[in-house]
């Protein structure tokens, strides 16, 4: 019974994979965090595309910023003035609908006005251009109506367009939520799954046969590793065909995110191991598994840019894991990223899983 040289242990690593995947398929709160609630926000958001009011502008370094009109945009609570972006950052996120606007304000110098205030707007961006568009006049007239007794008008504008691909708001929201789905199937479906196997004595069973506990682990990855990667195809599927979803270089962008989506995985399951580990019921899953995974979905950029948050909170957000996987989503599919483009993320993914399986291993309890 014992002697492991005659025991296929990738048969039975075949058959525990295929046991776990069905019991996956069979369990209605997986197939709902992992396939129905990021739908159910890629539907929601697709049909609202383009609803955001705020207004990205970039300020050129050249910029004259000790005027009225400066002061005067500053105040309005609409616009997002960015001030240290380099030219070709800027460039780039008109290209890409990032950015909605370039403001260049300086000094004429042939003197009437006295003011130049040269906006860039780019097509990628062209409803909420048009809108900094109205706000950049309406300050002008009201800055030149208050100069009205002088004999020069204070300010001029002169405006040029950029061509850039569009970015709407699914671009945005379903990497988001695609990543909350593998960060999801990671902690929930491996911590309850494995504290259900220790409390049945289905891992203790497992000592009595020749199969290994790498054997387990490993049966118990895939399955999640293939029901997580379905789920997957689904979503970019669903928001691709039906809400334009942008995959710029098409299929390779598509295999690009599938390979991080299960490096991904791999490290998040390490959360899973960990819970199931701490956890000692079912009833205390959820409470562990939740602290975990809502702080992510809340502050990792899942619906809104880091970026929006306040200072003091923009610090919390770039140590989770989630939020590098959610910046490397979505370079890979709109920007058409490589793999070799976003080592970065994937470098401080990759150290988030080392961290999570020493700790798992010190946790981790097989009885």
């Not at 042939?110 to 062209?126: V, Y």
Request: aromatic share 10%.
């Amino acid at each position: 019974m014992n002697n492991t040289g005659s025991y296929s242990q990738f048969r039975a690593m075949k058959s525990i994979t295929k046991a776990s995947l069905t019991a996956l398929f069979r369990n209605p709160s997986a197939v709902v965090f992992n396939i129905l609630f990021p739908l159910i926000f890629i539907i929601v958001f697709g049909f609202i595309s383009g609803g955001s009011f705020r207004i990205d502008v970039a300020l050129d370094p050249a910029s004259d910023l000790n005027n009225p009109l400066m002061t005067a945009l500053s105040s309005v609570p609409s616009l997002k003035i960015e001030k240290d972006i380099s030219i070709d950052k800027i460039n780039s996120g008109l290209s890409k609908g990032t950015i909605d606007g370039l403001l260049k304000l300086t000094r004429n110098p042939q003197g009437d006005p006295e003011f130049i205030a040269e906006l860039t707007t780019s097509s990628a961006s062209r409803e909420r251009g048009a809108i900094l568009k109205m706000i950049l006049n309406d300050m002008i007239l009201k800055q030149n109506a208050d100069t009205s007794g002088s004999a020069r008008q204070a300010y001029g504008l002169r405006e040029s367009v950029v061509q850039g691909r569009k970015y709407n708001m699914i671009d945005f929201i379903l990497p988001g939520q695609l990543g909350f789905s593998l960060l999801s199937a990671g902690v929930f479906g491996t911590a309850f799954i494995f504290l259900i196997l220790r409390q049945t004595l289905v891992i203790k069973r497992f000592f009595a046969t020749p199969v290994s506990k790498m054997t387990i682990i490993i049966g118990e990855c895939i399955s999640r590793l293939t029901f997580s990667m379905m789920s997957s195809v689904i979503i970019i599927l669903i928001g691709t065909l039906f809400f334009g979803f942008t995959l710029v270089n098409g299929f390779t962008t598509f295999l690009n995110m599938m390979i991080l989506s299960a490096v991904a995985l791999v490290v998040f399951l390490g959360f899973g191991f960990v819970v199931s580990g701490i956890a000692k019921s079912e009833s205390t899953v959820p409470p562990i598994a939740n602290l975990i995974t809502l702080p992510q979905f809340l502050l990792a950029g899942t619906f809104f840019p880091v970026s929006n948050f306040p200072e003091w909170l923009q610090p919390v957000s770039k140590i989770l894991p989630l939020t590098y996987l959610n910046e490397a989503l979505r370079r890979i599919s709109f920007e058409g990223a490589s793999m070799i483009d976003v080592l970065p993320e994937t470098g401080i993914l990759l150290g988030w899983g080392v961290v999570l399986y020493i700790i798992a291993a010190k946790v981790f309890r097989w009885e």
